[in-house]
């Protein structure tokens, strides 16, 4: 039996998804399509991105999954969990069993719009 619940929930509302032109050497494709993608989370500030593949939407899944690695996310993620949990200064480290990468569940939309879950390293 599991003692997991969801503390909170981030949609694509929390989030600016830019496109670009990937720019640089790869022939006609890459230079003519807006493939690479930058995410942001407003509330932390943290920002991804990835360019690497012709494919908008694996791009996209690829920035989220390095988005959730960064500093940013990370310190803003042990706040918010904190905060929720009521927890103090004290007891961080309650904060940082809850948000362990085994918890952490990141869900991105395919091509064919469906919820997939992504890859997080660590977890």
């Given at each position: 039996?599991?003692?997991r619940?969801l503390?909170?929930?981030?949609?694509?509302?929390?989030?600016d998804?830019?496109?670009f032109?990937?720019?640089?050497?790869?022939?006609q494709?890459?230079?003519?399509k807006?493939?690479g993608?930058r995410v942001t989370?407003?509330?932390s500030?943290a920002?991804?991105?990835h360019?690497?593949?012709?494919?908008?939407?694996?791009?996209r899944?690829?920035?989220?999954?390095k988005l959730?690695?960064t500093?940013?996310?990370?310190a803003?993620?042990?706040?918010?969990v904190?905060?929720?949990?009521?927890?103090?200064?004290e007891?961080e480290?309650a904060?940082?069993l809850?948000m362990?990468a085994?918890?952490?569940r990141?869900?991105v939309?395919d091509e064919d719009?469906?919820?997939?879950?992504?890859?997080?390293?660590?977890?």
């Open positions: 039996m599991s003692d619940r503390l909170f929930s981030v949609t694509a509302k929390d989030f998804v830019d496109t032109c990937t720019g640089g050497n790869g022939g494709h890459r230079n003519a807006r493939n993608v989370h407003r509330a500030g920002v991804a991105e360019r690497d593949g012709r494919d908008q939407g694996k791009n899944a690829t920035a989220f999954a959730v690695e500093k940013e996310w990370r803003w993620h042990r706040a918010e904190a905060r929720v949990l009521g927890i103090t200064a007891a480290r904060a940082e809850a362990a085994a918890n952490l990141v869900e939309k719009g469906r919820w997939v879950e992504a890859e997080v390293a660590g977890a």
